[in-house]
């Protein structure tokens, strides 16, 4: 099976283009190994899936591998509603691309 080399999304055989990207797809994603033994850390805690979003959006455009983490029940099965409070996100990314991780974290959210 065919995947887009960037969003990643798998495709049936007779796919040849990515209808969301507009790339041609390849038959074979190629991960990045320098990413395969690397420990993650979390950045600080940010207060809302909004924020935690837009910061990983920026992380992602730098090229750093990420992903959010929520401690809220709620926020683990994606329900929206009453239910415990979230302390808040976090945002983990490989420890040796901390510094530049927490630096645009910082940069993005000061005025919080």
């Known amino acids: 099976m065919p995947f887009c080399p960037k969003c990643k999304y798998e495709y049936t055989e007779d796919t ?40 990983m959006g920026a992380l992602e455009e730098k090229g750093i591998p990420c992903y959010i983490r929520s401690d809220g029940v709620m926020d683990a099965f994606g329900i929206a509603g009453t239910g415990p409070v979230s302390k808040g996100f976090r945002i983990f990314v490989p420890e040796n691309r901390y510094e530049e991780s927490i630096e645009t974290q910082h940069q993005m959210m000061d005025h919080i």
């Open 16 to 55: 040849v283009t990515c209808p969301d990207c507009q790339v041609a797809l390849v038959p074979v994603l190629n991960d990045d190994p320098h990413y395969d033994d690397v420990p993650f850390k979390p950045l600080p805690n940010l207060p809302g899936r909004v924020y935690a979003d837009m910061v």
